[in-house]
Each structure stands twice: as C-alpha cells, then as structure tokens.
C-alpha cells in the first residue's frame, strides 16, 4: 500500500485531583457528570473504546474498539484515573494496543510525559524527569518500552529533543511551522533547502539528527495542518463519509509511499464535537473500503525511513506565565532542601527522582523498601525511610505544580501548598512568596482553606460518623482515598428540644491512617449538633469521654452545653466546612430545610440518609432501592438526591456481580435498580453499563453456559443492545 493514515487522539489533560484527599472535586460545569474528568470519560474516551455499532432497529449488535484504528496517547495521571475508576475502559485502552502490535507490528500507543507542562518551560532537569516518569509509567502498564512520545504543547526545541533521544525514544510529532529547511539524507551543506508550511511536504517522515550525540537521530512526523484545524474545529467531523473524502484530497497526485496524519486533544472529540468518535470510526472504515488502511507512526517508520533530514527553525522564546514565574523561586528552594536532606541518606538524589515512577504504579511498602534499598548509603531506620519516601512526594508535587494551564492557576496553587506543607513537616521552611502578583488573595480565598491534614482529616470522618453516613473502620483503604478510618468507637446521645428538633452528640475515639505518608494518628473527636446544620466538632489528643459530660448533656439546655464544651476545649472547633466539597454538598442536600417545609419529604430524606450509611457501612443496598424506587412521591428530583451516584455506583456493581456469577438473583438485582431508576427518573451511567456488557457479552459470553446467554439477553434488550450479541456461541477463548 501506498497511502495510508494516521489520525491520533492525545488525551491531555490530566484529571485535577484533590491533592490533600485524592479524589476529585465536584465541578457544576460537568453536569450532568460530577466532573469533567468523568464527563471526557462518557463522552470522549469511552466511545473511542467502545464505537457502538447498530442494527437494523438502532440496537447496538456489537462494539468496536477504536482506539485500535488510532494513534493515541494519555497521560500517566489519565491512565492511573481509568485503572482505578474506570477499569473496563482502562483493559480496552490496553487491548488496543497490544491489537495494533499484533496487526501491525508496532503498536498504536504513544507514551506522554508526567504532567500537562510544555516541555520547554521546563529546565533541563525537569524535562529528563517529566519524559523518564511518562516512560517508565507506559512500560508498566503496556508491557513494551514506547518508540514514540506525544508533546503536552505544541513547541519543541533542540534541548527538548535531545532529552527524547538521550531516553531512547525513536520519533515525535511536531507542527509543520516547527520545520526549517531540509535536505536529502547524507547531503551536504550546500544542499539545505528553506522550507514554508504552505509547501511543505507533511505526508513523510523527516531525520532529525543530534548535536548533542553523535549519530544519534529522532524520527519527526509533522502532520497536516488544515486536516487537524477542520477536525478540532468539527468543520470536518459532520459525518464519516465527509472525511473519508477530506482525508483523500490530502494525498499528493502520485504513486509515492504517503501518510497523511493529523493530531488533536483526544477531549474535544465528543467534548468539543458531539459524537466526534462514532464519525472517525464510520471514516476509517470507508478508507480502508478504498485501500487507505489505518496505520501508527512507527509501523509506517518501518516501511518508509525518513528520506529527507530537517533542522527545526528557530522558535521565539516561550513567554513563560506570570503565574508560573512567582513558582519558580519556591521551585529551585524545594530542590535546594531536597538535595542537602536526601544527600545523607541515598547514592544520588537526582537519580532517585528520576527513578521514582517505580513507587507511583507500584506504592506497597514492599516495593518502596526494595526501592530504597537499592539506592541508600545504608540501611535506613523506618523513620529515615518515611521521611525519603516523603522528600520524593514533596518533588512529585513539585512536577505537577508546573503543569496548571488554567486562569488562575488554581490546581498549581493546591500542588504548591501541599508541597509547602510536605517541606514544612520534614522541617523545611520554603514557602511561595505570592505577594503582589494577585495570586495571594487566591491563595487566602481557595488554597489554604482547603488544605487537611492528619488532625483536620479526624474532623470531617467524625462528623460523617456522627450523623451515621460514615463508612466506618476499613481495613484497607479505598483506592484513591487518601484518608480513611483504621478504627472508631463512638458514643451518641440525643435529646429532644422544643418544636420537634433534635439535639445530639457524640464522643469518638478513632485512628485516621494517611495512606500517602503511611502514617497514623489517634485522636478523640466530641461532635455536638445544635440544629440540622450547626454541627461542631473538636478534634482532640486521645483520650477517654469525661463522665460528668453525659450528665450535663442530658440536663440541658442544648444552648448551654454547646457553651460548656467551648469552655472545655476552646472555640477552634470545626464545621460542616470541613467536609470535603463533594461529601459537603451532599450532606448540605439531606440536611438543609425544606422551603416548603414538607415532612414527608424531610423524613424520606432522612431515610435516604440512614440508607446511604447502611450501604457505606454493611453494603446493604436494599433500603437504598426500595427508597429509589418511590423517590417520585416524596417530591425529590431523583438527581439532586443527596449520594445520588452511590446509586450510580450500586447498580453497575450489580451489573458486575450478575455477570461474574450468573446467578439469577443477581439478575434480579441488576433488573431492579434498572426498573427503580426508571421509574424515579434517575439518570444512570447508560453507557458505563453498556459498555461491561459488551465486554462480557463479546468476550466472555462463549465461555457461558446457554442458561447463562438466555439471562444475559433480558438485560441486553432493556439497555438497549442486540439481542443477536448473546444468541450464538463461539469459540470459547484460551
């Protein structure tokens, strides 16, 4: 073949993650998706996963994997998002991967660096660690080194390239206008050819050599221009038919070996341009009707070296943001004190960051002391270890508070506090210094309030315990919670007051485990509740609930013991703002007075309440259903029920643990959170649970008995699939 193209998604932006509580926040923007993480999920990537293909009844009869006719590339921290929140789509992104390298020789992913930062506004050493981290963390999730590496900006510059080849990677893709002159391979000076975007040739691959190592070389691609502005621009993603042709006008009238390539951010198909992805699949597959398979850049390098050598025209200096310029002195501090601690107790300090991406896919304590193990002057003590393990956090924090593009840099300003507050636990004194460029009212209104550590972590678990929507002690903590209770005994007392309202307290014992610094600590927290959202709660050195307290709760006034408490432990007590903003919200959506003053819709939020724990603490989500399923009469939107995805979230498990089992009371389960959903008007994830369908349907539906097909297709039907997609059996696979 001739011609072929390569169409690439680079999904970009990495999920903003709390860095105090690792989880994200909620975002109103993202509605009806509690974030836009979420929302690029079910509109974006997952479609790229799952391409739905219909019937003839506009039933979906099978799913196509997209990502296997496409180039791709996702951040590490979108990669770690999707293993641990998304995990179907996470299997797919890798199954693409290994189809495309099966096919082709090459496979279709692409590695990006750590972080969203341009390359070029970093230093030198920031970039090595930047494009080391990407790398490593592509190793370890697909099981192969990455030839080529996806720019998070759209410059690039000689030091940017020697940092690619000096860790081995074989090619990149760069805008035409980057392209300076070139010349034949091997030819001499004299031969150098000035050349301009407009007559430019972007349909081959151009060598770019190394000044820096002899011999060494880069592979550069740059792709078409007009191509990538029609697709971000949607101009070309009207329908599948429209750009198969406008792929087509973009080959040369000749018989040449040509690749007519484009890329863009993975988010705006299906962000940007609704159903984006389902209208590249329907134009791939017309290409490769006409003989234009869909190829990836390196199995195209392997049929067709770069003919032609490039030099890259010399780029006008990255203006670097103001916001990121007030960083850089508290940057080079916290490298400062990295360096002068960590150089007493490891071989190299660099090296062992550059390294650290072992620990950030694998953080066991098995690993982490095999890692310092290898690097240490001698053996540690645990607290020595803790605090190197801590020192190499403190720099990752450091990375990704470089990488904010937003206005203002809000996500950047968080990374900067929580490395702040790392360097100041390890006995370090760096701090920004913000004043005077607007970011330090920014700092005062969002950042610092929001900060939480060990102590302020006690607060909020307490009051979730208090009011019975807690999780309770885990044994382990939940992936991608940062804090979590290890154990908790609680006393509550209630009493009522005058006009049907209830007074209560509580007084706690518990240990709160940090499971980013491994540590612990133990803490009593006396919770006092006034009125349904005047809640206080004081976080104490442990210790046993004073006896005479009880008493003088139940003497009342409720007035006068919240006084005696503040007598006792002072007013620095906390609040419902403790709470993180999405549990907050939550809570703030059961406990808020009713404008109508309803009690029947106040009891069943209560009883919405006192499921939610139910489930959170014994995983019984039979009082949550039933509730669900007469949300319509109490008078409650069914998506403004406070933890509606937990109801989300228990009817996808049901999907799941129908379809590990098979068993029909799981079916019925499954069935009747769809039909309790309907009839409340919840909104489900439709395609979330379409979409582990089509995965066991497709994949695992030969290995199951008929008994098992004939209970699948119910459930295929009512979400909308083929039938036809369980109906016959295959090869089961080995």
């Given at each position: ?360 896919a694998d953080p066991s304590a098995r690993q982490a002391d095999g890692f310092l193990a290898r690097r240490s002057l001698r053996h540690l003590k645990p607290a020595e270890a803790r605090q190197a393990l801590r020192l190499l956090e403190l720099q990752r924090r450091r990375l990704l508070m470089l990488s904010d593009g937003d206005a203002p840099p809000v996500q950047a300003l968080r990374q900067a506090c929580r490395a702040a507050e790392l360097c100041a636990a390890l006995g370090g004194g760096a701090a920004p210094d913000l004043a005077g460029t607007g970011l330090d009212k920014v700092w005062a209104r969002e950042i610092a309030p929001a900060a939480v550590d060990l102590r302020r972590a006690a607060a909020p678990l307490g009051l979730l315990e208090h009011l019975g929507v807690g999780g309770g002690p885990l044994p382990e903590p939940r992936s991608g919670e940062r804090f979590s209770l290890k154990d908790c005994a609680a006393r509550r007392q209630t009493a009522p007051l005058p006009g049907g309202r209830d007074a209560s307290w509580s007084w706690l014992r518990l240990t709160v485990r940090d499971g980013e610094s491994r540590e612990r600590v133990r803490a009593a927290v006396c919770v006092h509740q006034l009125e349904r959202l005047d809640l206080a709660a004081w ?196």
């Open positions: 073949m001739t011609k072929s193209v390569c169409l690439h998604a680079a999904f970009l932006r990495s999920p903003r993650e709390n860095p105090w509580t690792g989880g994200l926040d909620p975002e109103d923007s993202a509605y009806p998706y509690p974030d836009w993480t979420s929302r690029a999920h079910a509109e974006s990537v997952g479609p790229f996963a799952f391409d739905p293909l219909l019937d003839a009844h506009g039933r979906v009869r099978r799913s196509a994997n997209l990502l296997a006719s496409l180039s791709f590339s996702f951040s590490p921290l979108w990669l770690a998002w999707l293993e641990r929140c998304r995990p179907g789509t996470y299997a797919r992104v890798l199954a693409a991967d290994r189809d495309s390298l099966s096919r082709l020789g090459r496979g279709n992913a692409l590695a990006q660096p750590y972080g969203d930062a341009p390359l070029t506004r970093l230093a030198p050493r920031e970039q090595r660690t930047a494009v080391r981290w990407g790398r490593s963390d592509f190793r370890q999730r697909f099981g192969r080194a990455p030839e080529g590496l996806w720019l998070p900006g759209p410059e690039a510059d000689e030091e940017v390239l020697e940092a690619l080849v000096a860790e081995g990677f074989s090619f990149t893709v760069l805008p035409a206008a980057r392209a300076g002159r070139v010349r034949a391979v091997g030819g001499a000076g004299a031969d150098w050819r000035e050349v301009r975007p407009e007559t430019f040739n972007p349909t081959r691959p151009y060598r770019w050599l190394s000044r820096r190592t002899p011999g060494a070389e880069l592979a550069l691609f740059f792709p078409h221009e007009l191509l990538g502005a029609a697709l971000a621009s949607g101009k070309a993603l009207r329908d599948g038919e429209a750009l198969r042709r406008s792929v087509q006008a973009r080959f040369l009238p000749d018989e040449s070996t040509q690749l007519v390539h484009a890329g863009n951010p993975g988010e705006i198909y299906g962000l940007d341009v609704k159903g984006a992805p389902a209208v590249l699949g329907a134009a791939l597959r017309g290409l490769e009707a006409a003989g234009i398979p869909a190829v990836n850049y390196a199995a195209f390098l392997d049929r067709f070296p770069p003919p032609q050598e490039v030099e890259l025209r010399a780029a006008a200096p990255d203006q670097e943001p103001a916001w990121l310029a007030a960083l850089r002195p508290f940057a080079e501090s916290l490298d400062a004190f990295f360096a002068e601690r960590l150089a007493a107790w490891l071989k190299d300090p660099w090296q062992a960051r550059d390294d650290y991406a072992e620990l950030l976080v104490l050195p442990p210790q046993d609930e004073p006896a005479e307290l009880a008493a003088a709760f139940a003497a009342g006034p409720a007035e006068q013991f919240r006084a005696e408490l503040c007598r006792r432990f002072g007013n620095d007590f906390f609040t419902l703002d403790a709470l993180a903003g999405g549990e907050r919200l939550q809570v703030l959506r059961w406990l808020m007075p009713d404008p109508s003053g309803s009690q029947p819709r106040r009891k069943f939020l209560d009883e919405w309440a006192a499921a939610v724990g139910a489930l959170r603490r014994r995983g019984e989500d039979g009082a949550l259903l039933g509730l669900l399923a007469r949300c319509r009469e109490s008078g409650v939107p069914p998506d403004q029920l406070p933890w509606a995805a937990l109801a989300r979230d228990e009817a996808a498990a049901a999907l799941d643990d129908f379809l590990d089992t098979g068993a029909r009371p799981e079916l019925d389960r499954v069935l009747a959170w769809l039909a309790a959903a309907e009839r409340s008007g919840l909104h489900l994830d439709l395609f979330s649970l379409r979409s582990r369908l089509l995965v066991w349907l497709e994949d695992l539906a030969p290995c199951a008995d008929a008994a098992q097909r004939d209970l699948v297709r119910s459930l295929a039907e009512r979400l909308g699939l083929s039938p036809s997609l369980s109906s016959s059996p295959e090869a089961c696979p080995q």
